[in-house]
């Protein structure tokens, strides 16, 4: 079994900043999609960031030039970072992964989610 502990979200005032960490464990032969979602109370939830195996990132347009996602292969770890955040952001973020266990087949895994709180 594969489990997602996230880390980082809290409360911030607008103009701050947060990082948001994922780590992955369990017996995972393998990991291509890293990614993070969001979920703000009454919406639906949406992709925010996500990151290939190849080093190419994707980003929600309200996100561009704010946040930036970063993986690290060997530590099974992919962070977002939150800049110049606005009380928009406000929601539950929750990382996922795509990986692959030994001689299973490639699934998507969800981490238990953070709040993140943008307000005065």
């Known amino acids: 079994q594969v489990q997602l502990v996230e880390s980082g979200g809290g409360l911030v005032q607008p103009g701050g900043s947060l990082r948001l960490s994922c780590v992955a464990s369990?017996?995972?032969?393998?990991?291509?999609?890293m990614g993070w979602y969001r979920q703000a109370p009454g919406k639906e939830r949406e992709m925010v960031a996500t990151?290939?195996?190849?080093?190419?990132?994707n980003y929600v347009d309200s996100v561009k030039d704010r946040f930036t996602i970063s993986r690290d292969n060997a530590k099974k770890t992919v962070t977002l970072q939150m800049n110049s955040l606005k009380p928009e952001d406000t929601a539950v973020y929750y990382c996922?992964?795509?990986?692959?266990?030994?001689?299973?087949?490639?699934?998507?895994?969800w981490g238990q989610g953070t709040q993140v709180t943008v307000s005065s």
């Open positions: 369990g017996s995972i032969f393998g990991i291509n999609v």
């Open positions: 990151t290939t195996g190849d080093g190419s990132t």
């Open positions: 996922k992964i795509r990986a692959i266990l030994y001689a299973r087949s490639w699934v998507d895994y």
